[in-house]
T-cell receptor, first 107, second 123 residues
Framework: DIQMTQSPSSLSASVGDRVTITCQAS??????LAWYQQKPGKAPKLLIF???NLETGVPSRFSGSGSGTDFTFTISSLQPEDLAIYYC?????????FGQGTKLEIK | EMQMVGSGGGLVQPGGSLRISCVAS????????MSWFRQAPGKGLEWVSS????????YYADSVKGRFSISRDNSKNTLFLQMDSLTSEDTAIYYC????????????????WGQGALVNISS
């Protein structure tokens, strides 16, 4: 199975800050990485697919980059509604696997 | 608007069975691979199973292989997960999710998720 290592596991930032989360795959997954947002008590929501493509309707402050084994997710200007847990997920090979999540808190 | 509504969760004794379902709307269900994921209390996300658009191919996580069975009824836009020989390790919220392609093992993202069904395995 492909292991996904996500960091940090938690972070606290202020409104307007730039926030970056990283995800590392245990083997080459090319571009097949997605980022999901999960708000408290809700289902995950797709934000980014194929490493850098923004899902329709998702605000442009969210972005992704990377390929191979190293990926980055960025929120350019943090908003209060961005309070959530963020997960990376690889879909290059079954079983699909997730990072352990990054809990984002607003200062 | 794409939407999926899950149902069938509940409290089951260890060793018991349960079938959960998910009804889809707002997209062409019969053209989309579908999957189940789960999330144990306070834990991360885990892929459970996937089925292709026509229901002819399915895949399972090792943790559920031989105990769980995924199926679909395209005439009713409904996805099912039959769960047998349940243990406490299966306690979780189970989410159905739509794949962005018709192929269950394909390289596709999951662009619509149901609200989840809580499955609690306890004596």
């Amino acid at each position: 199975d492909i292991q996904m290592t996500q960091s940090p596991s938690s972070l606290s930032a202020s409104v307007g800050d730039r926030v970056t989360i990283t995800c590392q795959a245990s083997q080459d997954i090319r571009k097949y990485l997605a980022w999901y947002q999960q708000k408290p008590g809700k289902a995950p929501k797709l934000l980014i697919f194929d490493a850098s493509n923004l899902e329709t309707g998702v605000p442009s402050r969210f972005s992704g980059s990377g390929s191979g084994t190293d990926f980055t997710f960025t929120i350019s200007s943090l908003q209060p509604e961005d309070l959530a847990i963020y997960y990376c997920q690889q879909y290059d090979n079954l079983p699909y696997t997730f990072g352990q999540g990054t809990k984002l808190e607003i200062k | 608007e794409m939407q999926m509504v899950g149902s069938g969760g509940g409290l089951v004794q260890p060793g018991g069975s349960l079938r959960i379902s998910c009804v889809a709307s707002g997209f062409t269900f019969s053209s989309s691979a579908m999957s189940w994921f789960r999330q144990a209390p306070g834990k991360g996300l885990e892929w459970v199973s996937s089925v292709n658009a026509v229901g002819s191919s399915s895949y399972y996580a090792d943790s559920v292989k031989g105990r769980f069975s995924i199926s679909r009824d395209n005439s009713k836009n409904t996805l099912f997960l039959q769960m047998d020989s349940l243990t406490s390790e299966d306690t979780a919220i189970y989410y159905c999710a739509k794949g962005s392609s018709q192929y269950a093992s394909g390289r596709h993202q999951f662009d619509c998720w149901g609200q989840g069904a809580l499955v609690n395995i306890s004596s």
